[in-house]
């Protein structure tokens, strides 16, 4: 029913795949939701000739997400219809709500913004649109797994990658659900090849990192060396019982404050020792939040959990938090850290060392994963390793450091914090520095 002269090659090829199982890796700026959503789209209007109702949920990351997908992708497309049809002198009626277009024939599409939770029970076909990116990919793979395994229904995953490890991952480079998916990959090398109106290199100018180049544009689940914690190492220490005070069991915890003014982000990050491993057990985030009420908060963490120590983010402005903090708990349990350059590499070396060791469980969350991934490990003026991260809308590694100041506490919960090279890793080289401060005193 499409128009396939304005289709791209890579288009038109996705549309006539009419698998079950579907998976396109496209490039950003190729057109894969508009895509997407014409062949749900084009079903509906043919099981409407056919007297069959037909079903699409479309699951996205977020609301705004949704209401895009639905604006830009299917109204768009029952409009061009619409015009055709009537063109035709043949008539035409949907019913459009923001989130949702309904048919005469019972044939609907809608778009909501996914959790597990909300894709249990449905009996429809569906778009995993942005796959990559939410939240809890793995347990939303789970939830609609019911769904999908009835013959009549069919599935369909599309998104940019986000590293290695998680589902689409899975997906998309898995020999066995090979077997399963059609997968279609574009590149924007392929998409400019088949005719799309794109200047790759002012693109790349414009994107100007070229991580985000590779994972976002050249369709690669990168890795970079220079990140200090990989995505592989990320996903590997994700759970989803993290995070939850629900699942708090009431055995010791180390607290880390990352205290902010203005600007950034607030954190604090409770780690609990249970069960041989150290499970986050709340990711507290403030911003634009007083120091009073940072405070207070700390308070509520301070009381709510068995609190061994806690370490606060002293630099700067929070000289006068730290005091304050140590004035309502005391010295011994609440210590104020200077964030040098060799501090901060041994607080990052903890938090590494504990992820290596599979010991520390992190709740699953982009704004985390991009924290934890955004800090990199560049040259210093001395040859030495420093640590830097870039400011973006979702922070300046503010849960990075949150948690890196727990994973210090826990690291040595009740000696003089004295960092020796134990020779086996690389970057742990640290000898002969020293964290009595960390103890009270």
């Not at 490890?165 to 480079?173: L, N, V």
């Not at 100018?205 to 369709?219: G, M």
């Not at 180390?254 to 491993?277: F, Q």
């Not at 990711?283 to 709510?304: C, H, I, K, P, Y």
């Amino acid at each position: 029913m499409a128009d396939n002269a304005i289709l791209y090659p890579y288009q038109q090829r996705y549309l006539a795949d009419h698998s079950r199982f579907k998976a396109g890796m496209w490039s950003r700026q190729t057109g894969k939701t508009f895509t997407t959503t014409l062949e749900a789209v084009i079903d509906c209007l043919e099981g409407e000739a056919q007297g069959i109702a037909k079903r699409w949920t479309i699951l996205s990351v977020s609301q705004a997400r949704a209401l895009d997908a639905m604006e830009n992708g299917v109204k768009l497309h029952l409009r061009a219809f619409r015009a055709a049809f009537e063109a035709s002198n043949v008539p035409f009626e949907s019913d459009e709500l923001a989130f949702e277009v309904r048919l005469p024939g019972g044939s609907r599409i809608r778009a909501i913004a996914s959790k597990p939770s909300t894709a249990r029970g449905m009996t429809e076909n569906l778009i995993l649109d942005e796959f990559a990116h939410h939240q809890d990919n793995r347990a939303l793979w789970t939830a609609i797994l019911p769904v999908v395994s009835r013959p009549d229904l069919k599935l369909r995953v599309i998104s940019t990658p986000n590293g290695k490890g998680d589902k689409f991952y899975e997906i998309m480079t898995a020999p066995e659900l090979g077997e399963t998916f059609s997968r279609h990959v574009v590149s924007i090398y392929d998409a400019v090849k088949d005719g799309l109106p794109r200047d790759v290199d002012e693109l790349r100018r414009a994107v100007s990192d070229p991580v985000a180049w590779a994972q976002e544009f050249e369709c690669a689940f990168v890795d970079e060396a220079t990140s200090w914690l990989t995505y592989d190492l990320i996903d590997g220490c994700e759970s989803s019982e993290a995070g939850d005070p629900i699942h708090y069991q009431g055995g010791m915890c180390w607290v880390g404050m990352d205290i902010a003014a203005r600007g950034d982000l607030t954190v604090i990050a409770v780690l609990e020792e249970h069960g041989g491993k150290l499970w986050c057990r709340e990711l507290v985030e403030l911003r634009g939040t007083s120091f009073a009420n940072q405070l207070l908060e700390l308070d509520r963490v301070m009381a709510q959990y068995k609190v061994n120590r806690a370490a606060l983010d002293q630099t700067g402005l929070g000289e006068m938090p730290v005091q304050e903090a140590q004035r309502r708990h005391g010295n011994y349990r609440v210590e104020g850290v200077l964030f040098t350059a060799a501090r901060k590499l041994d607080m990052a070396t903890a938090l590494k060392e504990a992820m290596e060791d599979k010991r520390l469980m992190l709740p699953i969350s982009t704004a985390l994963r991009h924290d934890l991934h955004s800090v990199q490990r560049v040259a210093g003026a001395t040859g030495a390793p420093r640590l830097v991260a870039e400011r973006s809308d979702m922070g300046h590694a503010d849960r990075f450091w949150a948690l890196a100041l727990a994973a210090a506490c826990a690291k040595n919960p009740s000696a003089p914090i004295e960092y020796m090279s134990s020779g086996r890793r690389e970057f742990a080289s640290l000898s002969g520095l020293n964290w009595s401060g960390f103890n009270g005193g």
